[in-house]
């Protein structure tokens, strides 16, 4: 393991929002502080009992504490996607998109304990179900996508369920018995037992367009869809969608602050984050739109401290072309990038 301490730079704004029609009134001050370091980036997550934040950046997993301070560095994760955080069993999980493998770790000490081989691949989010306790993967599979389930101490594999989308993303558990995925491409929830590892129902999501964030509210028994322009609030009961919520673009996860009632949507295309109050089960108001950095396009909601948390590299420009190179076939690709001249982890503070 190796640990870098970084002086980071902060750069601070303060958002104040009225919102007289529900009564609701709130302040936002946002910090961005420069981490440094080398590589992109996809899934934030926040460990709630220590406040640190687990960022991804490409090869390797950086650490992180809401002053923007580096704690440590997790190592030989290739194309990692997130991280899944256990603290009750004392692990950390992170799925390498690079070559099928969750990278375990110890959370005291950030040191890699095993790399545990998914035969599904195509490895990309995680989070922790913790009713179940169970480390659940979405993998973008062929054909179909695949959820995979971790004992969280042993390490060991415990299930596989089929889904019927290759490009599943979030995932949330109710705690009584079922996970919700979502289907990016197919704009579906599918409901996962957990006892049979088999997926039991799957629910459309018009409005909704390319469905990636979700949480699951156990008081109002309501579950969050992030999406594209629009999300949806479903009723797990029925199935069906109850409200929808304006928000961005490139919308790519989700959070919620279940005593605060408030759901952050982040849009990457806009560089800002929708925040909603859940005023009833069924009805919700946008309070603010919170201006981070373009393409912060994925959060992490710590309960605990309130806090919120986004992370996006920003680049120069990219290297000239050498003389007599070709451009992609058929004019697709992004070409190359240019080097990260700042890497970006925010705070949105209450």
């Not at 946002?30 to 009992?49: H, L, P, R």
Request: neutral net charge; glycine residues 12%; charged residues 20%.
């Amino acid at each position: 393991m190796t640990q870098r301490f970084l002086t980071a730079l902060a750069v601070s704004s303060v958002s104040i929002l009225y919102a007289p029609c529900t009564g609701y009134a709130q302040t936002f001050k946002v910090e961005k502080f420069d981490i440094k370091g080398d590589g992109g980036t996809d899934y934030v997550s926040v460990e709630s009992a220590t406040g640190r934040v687990f960022v991804s950046r490409g090869t390797h997993v950086m650490v992180v504490d809401a002053t923007g301070k580096v704690l440590g560095d997790i190592r030989d994760t290739p194309v990692v996607h997130g991280v899944g955080v256990a603290t009750k069993a004392s692990h950390g999980f992170a799925t390498n998109g690079g070559n099928s493998n969750v990278t375990m770790f110890d959370l005291k000490t950030l040191a890699v304990i095993k790399q545990i081989p998914v035969m599904q691949g195509g490895l990309d989010g995680i989070m922790y179900d913790e009713p179940d306790d169970k480390i659940i993967l979405t993998n973008h599979s062929r054909p179909i996508g695949t959820l995979t389930a971790i004992d969280p101490k042993s390490g060991d594999i415990v299930g596989t369920a089929e889904l019927e989308d290759n490009s599943p993303e979030g995932a949330a558990a109710d705690g009584k018995g079922h996970i919700f995925v979502n289907n990016e491409r197919k704009n579906t929830i599918q409901v996962i037992d957990v006892k049979t590892w088999k997926a039991v129902a799957s629910w459309p999501l018009a409005p909704c367009e390319g469905p990636t964030g979700i949480a699951y509210d156990k008081a109002s028994d309501r579950i969050f869809s992030g999406c594209n322009n629009t999300s949806v609030v479903v009723d797990p009961n029925t199935g069906k969608v109850v409200a929808t919520i304006k928000n961005g673009t490139r919308v790519d996860a989700l959070g919620w602050d279940p005593s605060k009632k408030l759901i952050f949507i982040p849009n990457g295309g806009e560089g800002n984050v929708t925040v909603v109050h859940q005023d009833s089960p069924d009805k919700y108001t946008v309070v603010d739109t919170v201006a981070t950095f373009p393409g912060a396009k994925t959060i992490a909601v710590d309960p605990k401290t309130h806090n919120a948390y986004l992370f996006q590299p920003e680049r120069g420009p990219a290297p000239a072309a050498e003389a007599g190179a070709q451009p992609p076939a058929g004019g697709r690709g992004r070409g190359p990038l240019g080097p990260v001249v700042a890497a970006w982890f925010i705070v949105i503070k209450q």
